[in-house]
């Protein structure tokens, strides 16, 4: 039994440090360990095909952890529901617009099919200046799996017109930067580019060790990745663009945040729900002719997005 000051302690946390995914599958073995990190708040978005009942027990098993149903999502925030429509993986947005107006200091933005190691979130730097690797490119974009040990993988919504130029990069020793967002990798079968995953059949792990970055812009999703307070609501997984949702929502947030991400080593193992690497492909197909496009500016988002982000902006609490 926790003593009264462990309790606080312990509540403290939870104020400060939040979990957010959403899932249509019963809890998973990631799920179930996010549960059991009792120092985080974690939110679960359900979705139409959720069993309610199963995440409701999981709400009384575990007092850290808040599952919000379809019926509570369409009271608080009906219009943004109505925009996001059902069975979507953007539906973590609520997530996000709960956990700060909770008053989350740090949103770690997850997937059920991660399963975090022991020691996931311990080597936390969001909103913290800190000297780490630096890695210089001429390229206007750096594809964070360039400088790992796999060499036939590249980030999803990396640019593929810049493939051949991925590698021309330059360590250039420490430096320091104001952490914003921390994307730490993922071991296994990750949510890597649809076109590696198709030819290689990847079952990575990656050798980093330590945190590092980049002197321009670079990719990073949604499935493994902590981002601060400050982001928000510049950040946001975007619907109607197929599988740049969080990618392109990194961009974004890039222009407004320069050089406030970092990338660090692998904290899950991914043991992919079932998908459908073909129809992977096709989601993808939006960012394999716009990406380079989208951060050059010469490509205008659609008018359904622009009225997504003015929904999902009203919503934050300030």
């Excluded at 947030?253 to 459908?276: H, W």
């Amino acid at each position: 039994m926790l003593s009264n000051s462990s309790e606080i302690k312990l509540e403290y946390l939870r104020k400060m440090k939040y979990i957010v995914t959403t899932t249509i599958h019963p809890p998973t073995e990631a799920i179930l360990k996010f549960c059991s990190k009792s120092d985080w708040k974690f939110i679960i978005i359900g979705d139409l095909k959720t069993p309610t009942a199963e995440y409701l027990l999981l709400e009384k098993q575990y007092p850290n952890v808040q599952y919000l149903t379809p019926q509570d999502q369409e009271m608080r925030y009906k219009e943004l529901s109505d925009i996001l429509g059902w069975n979507t993986v953007e539906r973590r947005n609520i997530g996000f617009i709960e956990a700060y107006n909770q008053g989350a200091e740090i949103i770690a933005s997850v997937d059920d099919d991660n399963i975090p190691y022991e020691d996931w979130g311990k080597d936390l730097y969001v909103n913290k200046e800190i000297y780490l690797d630096t890695y210089l490119t001429n390229s206007p974009v750096f594809d964070p799996l360039s400088v790992t040990h796999n060499r036939y993988v590249w980030h999803r919504g990396y640019p593929i017109e810049l493939l051949l130029e991925r590698f021309n990069v330059k360590y250039a020793g420490r430096s320091l930067r104001k952490v914003l967002v921390q994307a730490d990798l993922w071991n296994g079968d990750p949510d890597v580019d649809a076109i590696a995953r198709i030819a290689y059949r990847p079952n990575l792990e990656f050798g980093i060790t330590a945190p590092y970055c980049a002197n321009v812009i670079s990719p990073f999703n949604s499935q493994n990745t902590f981002l601060s307070r400050e982001v928000f609501p510049c950040y946001a997984v975007l619907p109607f663009v197929g599988r740049m949702d969080d990618i392109w929502g990194g961009y974004l947030l890039q222009k407004t945040f320069s050089g406030s991400v970092i990338y660090n080593r692998a904290s899950v193992y991914q043991k992919r729900n079932e998908q459908d690497v073909i129809k992977n492909l096709r989601d993808e197909l939006i960012g394999y002719e716009n990406t380079l496009k989208f951060i050059k500016g010469e490509y205008t988002l659609s008018p359904e997005v622009m009225k997504f982000y003015e929904v999902y902006k009203k919503q934050f609490k300030k």
